[in-house]
Nanobody, 126 residues
Framework: VQLQASGGGLVQAGDSLSLSCALSGRTGSSYTVGWFRQAPGKEREFVACIFRWNTGRIYYADSVKGRFTISRDNAKDTVYLQMRDLNPDDTAVYSC???????????????????WGQGTQVTVYW
């Protein structure tokens, strides 16, 4: 499966932004998809995850809970990350990743995902 992330940009603190991750090549709905981000000089960190099919299982990092919403449209093979109330700490390169065999304990570890899209830059300024 191939992943294509898009939607990044330069926004002011307090603004909203929506990222998309389009899956192609296989049935997108059969993949669990995670969003990760990496700020300069920092390690890649988990942001959010939505399990495959329509299980309704969604998980967030504490730092984004209540501000970010992950969702998927299986008809379009696309996963979205809606971000609101952004602040400069959210500045990072955001990447989506997918895997078809993840279990709950593995979703926070980027090494457990087999497929990655290119990142999209999100920059938040005061």
């Amino acid at each position: 499966v191939q992943l294509q992330a898009s939607g990044g940009g330069l926004v002011q603190a307090g603004d909203s932004l929506s990222l998309s991750c389009a899956l192609s090549g296989r049935t997108g709905s059969s993949y669990t998809v995670g969003w990760f981000r990496q700020a300069p000089g920092k390690e890649r960190e988990f942001v959010a995850c939505i399990f495959r099919w329509n299980t309704g299982r969604i998980y967030y990092a504490d730092s984004v809970k209540g501000r970010f919403t992950i969702s998927r449209d299986n008809a379009k093979d696309t996963v979205y990350l809606q971000m609101r109330d952004l602040n400069p700490d959210d500045t990072a390169v955001y990447s989506c990743a997918a895997d078809s065999r993840l279990i709950l304990s593995s979703i926070y570890d980027p090494h457990q995902y087999d497929y990655w899209g290119q990142g999209t830059q999100v920059t938040v300024y005061w």
